[in-house]
């Protein structure tokens, strides 16, 4: 079973940036695509960004196309989800997940998930 690690969230000010990072315990973490969700109080888990299991493919929610990235280090057993010009509205909690069967944006097709870590992004 995979364990999920996420870390790097934190307060910061819109058009900030921040990065992300979500390590697995396990080395089978390269056989399975990666990905992100965010769930802001009050709202449902969203989905925001997956790669593939080569990191040749990246997919990213309307919302956050053209300022996040998503990559992965499969010898490191690490992704990321880089963050740039941050606004209010990214304020949530972001998870790590991987292993998706079926729909990857919808995140009852993901496996296994990280605890989440909090980006909270002011005004």
């Known amino acids: 079973q995979v364990q999920l690690v996420e870390s790097g969230g934190g307060l910061v000010q819109a058009g900030d940036s921040l990065r992300l990072s979500c390590a697995a315990t396990e080395r089978t973490f390269s056989k399975y695509p990666m990905g992100w969700f965010r769930q802001a109080p009050g709202k449902e888990r969203e989905f925001v960004a997956a790669?593939?299991?080569?990191?040749?493919?990246?997919y990213y929610s309307d919302s956050v196309k053209g300022r996040f990235t998503i990559s992965r280090d499969n010898a490191k057993n690490t992704e990321w989800l880089q963050m740039n010009s941050l606004k209010p509205e990214d304020t949530a909690v972001y998870y790590c997940?991987?292993?998706?069967?079926?729909?990857?944006?919808?995140?009852?097709?993901?496996?296994?998930w990280g605890k989440g870590t909090l980006v909270t992004v002011s005004s």
């Open positions: 790669i593939s299991v080569s990191g040749g493919s990246t």
């Open positions: 997940a991987a292993d998706p069967d079926g729909n990857f944006k919808d995140s009852e097709s993901w496996e296994y």
